[in-house]
């Protein structure tokens, strides 16, 4: 088990990016089952993951256009069309 | 379909202001990449299938604006992080142990994310990322399940990516652990 919660730290991370095969599965799921600190870490991640999504739904939304952006938005088309 | 430009703009516009400022941070950008949105979408408009509502082409457009802008800075900054040296090793031990347990999280998501004060800390631990880091940190959240495709496009393997966004979360995840979660930070 040499680097075992390296790699598992790995497989926490990748497991929100892309799907685990079943053989990384086993071995992540095995191991979360007898180690806090990854328990502890595989958490975070999934936490921090969230916090970052609901952010962006939310933080900006009520950001609009300036008016000048917004003129200059119709000069450019006014150019184009 | 509407095919007046200023019409998408009085409709469209804080839409999609909203969706690029989010996603680059930057006011000056988010405004120039929806300039080019316009244009193109006004280049193409007459092959605008209809199969969809004009925000979400519109949105679409947008986002491969925003893709490209960050691939861009990503060649243009030449920021190549040495596989060398590896930032990860710092957080174990040469066995693959942790070289500082990682503590319990133990906070409701739902009542810190709506917290002002923990927004500010994940921003500034954000922006403390190294900068290849924080790109692809939000390259990762445009991409959602699109992974493979887009990395394609932004000449960043898949497995690039993944190597970026663990060390991207071990130091983010530190970062919190000290200005947030932390001990110090409580007092």
Redesign the interface.
């Known amino acids: 088990m040499?680097?075992?919660?390296?790699?598992v730290?790995?497989l926490a991370?990748?497991s929100?990016?892309?799907k685990l095969t079943l053989w990384e599965k086993v071995r992540f799921h095995l191991h979360l089952a007898m180690c806090?600190?990854?328990r502890?870490?595989d958490?975070?991640?999934e936490?921090?993951h969230?916090?970052?999504?609901?952010?962006?739904?939310?933080?900006?939304?009520e950001?609009?256009?300036t008016e000048s952006?917004?003129d200059?938005?119709?000069q450019?088309?006014d150019r184009?069309? | 379909m509407q095919s007046d430009?200023?019409q998408w703009?009085t409709e469209h516009?804080?839409y999609l202001?909203?969706y690029a400022?989010?996603?680059l941070h930057n006011?000056e950008v988010a405004?120039d990449l929806?300039?080019e949105t316009?244009?193109a979408a006004?280049k193409g408009h007459k092959s605008f299938a209809g199969q969809s509502t004009i925000r979400t082409w519109l949105v679409g457009i947008l986002k491969h604006k925003i893709i490209d802008y960050i691939r861009k800075e990503i060649r243009d900054r030449n920021l190549n992080e040495n596989a060398e040296n590896d930032p990860?090793s710092a957080?174990?031990n040469n066995?693959?142990?942790?070289s500082e347990?990682?503590?319990?999280?133990n906070e409701n998501?739902e009542a810190?994310?709506q917290n002002e004060q923990?927004?500010a800390v994940?921003d500034s631990c954000?922006s403390k990322l190294p900068e290849k880091q924080g790109l692809v940190?939000r390259l990762?959240?445009i991409m959602g399940d699109e992974?493979e495709s887009v990395c394609k496009s932004c000449e960043i393997t898949?497995t690039n990516?993944?190597v970026l966004?663990?060390r991207a979360?071990?130091a983010?995840?530190k970062c919190?652990?000290i200005h947030w979660f932390g001990e110090e930070a409580k007092l």
């Open positions: 040499k680097h075992a919660c390296k790699d730290s790995r991370s990748d929100i990016d892309r806090k600190n990854c502890n870490f958490r975070a991640v936490l921090m969230q916090a970052t999504e609901l952010i962006h739904q939310t933080r900006y939304g950001a609009k256009l952006q917004r200059r938005l119709h450019a088309m184009e069309t | 430009p200023h703009i516009g804080d202001y909203r400022i989010s996603r006011e405004a929806i300039q316009l244009l006004w990860t957080f174990f066995n693959g142990s942790w347990a990682p503590r319990a999280w998501p810190l994310f923990f927004r994940l954000m940190f990762r959240d992974t898949p990516l993944h966004m663990h979360r071990l983010l995840r919190l652990e």
